[in-house]
Nanobody
Framework: QVHLVESGGGSVQAGGSLRLSCAPS???????????GGWFRQAPGKEREWVAS??????YVASSVKGRFTISQDNAKNALYLQMNSLRPEDTGIYYC??????????????????WGQGTQVTVSS
């Protein structure tokens, strides 16, 4: 079963913007899947890399996207968002959202998250 569903991906030219959304799937009956939220991405031929995390009002973003990407959430909707501005070709990849049960540990590690979406494709052309 898919617990999270991403949306908002697409194809844009360099310098453009996209806003990704992540919501619980119908299988979760809208229950809260965890207090920690994160976005990861995977480019073709590369390993999955951490992009940003949010929890308890604190946010962290990877240095490669700092100043361009913003993570946020709507607790009432159990939703996560990733606003991506000034997109670059190297931002191309499949973007995954994830939820984890606790704040402890290194938020950039995928092992902290136990619910994942199937991903949404982001393609940035030069």
């Amino acid at each position: 079963q898919v617990h999270l569903v991403e949306s908002g991906g697409g194809s844009v030219q360099a310098g453009g913007s996209l806003r990704l959304s992540c919501a619980p799937s119908v299988y979760t009956n809208n229950r809260n899947l965890g207090v920690l939220g994160g976005w990861f991405r995977q480019a073709p031929g590369k390993e999955r890399e951490w992009v940003a995390s949010i929890g308890g009002g604190t946010t962290y973003v990877a240095s490669s996207v700092k100043g361009r990407f913003t993570i946020s959430q709507d607790n009432a909707k159990n939703a996560l968002y990733l606003q991506m501005n000034s997109l670059r070709p190297e931002d191309t990849g499949i973007y995954y959202c994830a939820r984890g049960p606790a704040y402890g540990g290194d938020w950039s590690r995928p092992t902290l998250y136990n619910y994942w979406g199937q991903g949404t494709q982001v393609t940035v052309s030069s």
